[in-house]
């Protein structure tokens, strides 16, 4: 008696589709769900769910639908039903980490900050930051259920009473077409028909995949970011202006709550420009530093937007990130000097410095060791140096050439002088000065000491408890503010500080 494999090819197609799709849906929805929950709940129960979701996914799938089919029944729904609890955990455990990311991101933070409730957070931030990646996992879902649906009915785990290609697969198998000629219309045809739509699944999977999930660089958002970086390029180069900060603000937990260390900071640097930040400790200078390089310590809450040459770095990736640090922005930590590695000559670590950017030959990079050493004023012997040979002066001036050594376009200089003798202190500072404008690049120069400052600077911002408090031109701030606290700081000014401009570098 023959059979009609072009109709049972076309049947099988409706039911491994609809165990497929039916599977992917439920397992997106259950699965979007908990992550959702998981994510923006936190706490014990987002420990729970992820041990659970271990657990799930260390179930043997095989050994589990024979159980399961023993005790209800083998059966389309059957089928369903363990595909979906299979793949449930997966997809819960990508949606937690996308919530989770939301729920850092600026907008949330600001919508918290203004009591804003958990529904309107859910409803505005949470659900369309998360709904886009549903998409990519549906389809990424179907293609893995409707694989799981054939490897089950080929095993003969499947719907006796219905076709699908997995049971096609396991009928021919069991009337012996693998050892006939049978197997060119009986295995083949259900067999291309997987392969095609799984492949097709799999591409779209792909496709959506990179074009909704952040994470791996959202298409429209990244084209929408190239929209907003332009304008936002023409707005400030228009004004020479190379880095502005716009209402930042950092907060970390305190409490049970979070408490703003920086709170709703704007200011702006021009090229060529030197911006002092003065504050007590505390006030959260060292803050906007690491928030302008993106290097804030978890579990530190930013909102606000640093723009560096037009481009907002919050939105850089990795990539960015890491060529804007130590390329663009030279960065001085604080106590930077203790950093140097004991065990290691000064010039390998200044070239190590030069290699995070550049390739370039042995030669090239001595040459530029050399350079950057006369420039801070060492002699170039002291590059064959070990750290502990040179004196704290030295090796802030090595730490300065490591900053410079790029040839970035900005240097945040974070209490470059703590830790060193008076004297010492005013060579570093003067330094500083001398090489900024004989570089023309601009700087952020942080310090809770106004006199010091004062003779480095252009302008001053002045700032208390994670607020700015005073902003101005140095010499006018020092000479006609008003402010109570500024008047404080200039009170304080004792005489070592030799007006600006007038000490020449020692050696
Ligand atoms: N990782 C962190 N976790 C919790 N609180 C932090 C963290 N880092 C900084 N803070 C808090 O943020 C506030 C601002 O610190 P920050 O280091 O920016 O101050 P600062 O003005 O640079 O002080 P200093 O001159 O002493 O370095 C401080 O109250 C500090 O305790």
Not at 143 to 168: H, R, V, Y
Not at 189 to 215: D, K, Q, T
Not at 217 to 234: A, C, I, N, P, W
Not at 460 to 466: A, Q, R, S, T, V
Request: proline letters at 4%; charged letters at 20%; aromatic letters at 8%.
């Amino acid at each position: 008696m023959g059979q009609d494999l072009l109709a049972e090819l076309a049947v099988g197609a409706r039911t491994s589709l609809f165990i497929g799709i039916a599977s992917a849906i439920l397992a997106v929805f259950i699965g979007g769900l908990i992550g959702v929950l998981a994510g923006y709940i936190g706490g014990r129960f987002e420990t729970v769910v992820l041990r659970i979701i271990d657990i799930v996914l260390t179930l043997p799938f095989l050994p589990l639908m024979i159980v399961v089919a023993v005790y209800m029944g083998a059966g389309i729904f059957t089928l369903v039903f363990v595909i979906t609890l299979v793949m449930w955990a997966g997809k819960a455990r990508q949606i937690r980490a996308q919530t989770l990311s939301i729920k850092h991101t600026g907008p949330v933070l600001a919508a918290k900050t203004m009591g804003a409730s958990h529904f309107y957070i859910f409803y505005k931030h949470i659900i369309p930051g998360v709904v886009p990646i549903f998409i990519p996992q549906f389809v990424t879902g179907v293609n893995a259920a409707i694989l799981m649906e054939s490897s089950l009915s080929f095993l003969g785990m499947g719907d006796p009473l219905t076709k699908s290609w997995g049971s096609i697969l396991f009928y021919a198998n069991s009337r012996s077409a693998f050892l006939t000629e049978a197997w060119m219309w009986w295995i083949i045809p259900p067999g291309v028909c997987i392969v095609i739509v799984v492949l097709a699944f799999s591409l779209m999977g792909y496709y959506l995949e990179e074009r909704f999930n952040p994470r791996l660089g959202d298409y429209s958002v990244r084209e929408k970011r190239k929209k907003q970086l332009v304008k936002t390029k023409e707005h400030h180069s228009s004004k020479g202006v190379l880095l502005s900060v716009e209402s930042l603000t950092v907060a970390y937990p305190k409490s049970g709550d979070y408490r703003s260390v920086v709170d709703d900071i704007s200011f702006a640097v021009k090229n060529g420009e030197v911006l002092g930040i003065v504050g007590e400790s505390g006030s959260g200078k060292s803050t906007i530093a690491t928030a302008i390089i993106q290097q804030l310590k978890r579990p530190a809450k930013e909102s606000g937007e640093i723009y560096f040459e037009g481009n907002l770095v919050q939105h850089f990736d990795d990539e960015g990130l890491r060529q804007m640090r130590g390329k663009e922005i030279g960065y001085i930590a604080q106590a930077a000097m203790n950093a140097l590695n004991p065990v290691i000559r000064i010039d390998k670590q200044l070239q190590e410095a030069i290699r995070a950017h550049y390739q370039l030959s042995a030669k090239v990079m001595d040459e530029r060791v050399v350079e950057v050493l006369q420039k801070v004023g060492l002699d170039e012997k002291w590059r064959f140096a070990y750290p502990h040979e040179l004196s704290g002066g030295m090796k802030q001036r090595v730490i300065i050439a490591m900053a410079l050594i790029n040839k970035p376009k900005l240097v945040i200089a974070d209490e470059p002088t703590t830790g060193l003798d008076a004297i010492v202190q005013v060579e570093i500072v003067q330094l500083l000065r001398k090489l900024q404008k004989e570089l023309g690049i601009s700087m952020i120069y942080i310090s809770h000491d106004l006199p010091s400052v004062l003779s480095v600077t252009d302008r001053l911002m002045i700032m208390k408890e994670g607020r700015k408090v005073d902003e101005g031109p140095s010499v006018e701030l020092s000479k006609l503010s008003t402010n109570p606290y500024t008047r404080v700081l200039i009170d304080s000014i004792p005489t070592l500080y030799p007006k600006k401009e007038t000490v020449e570098v020692s050696r």
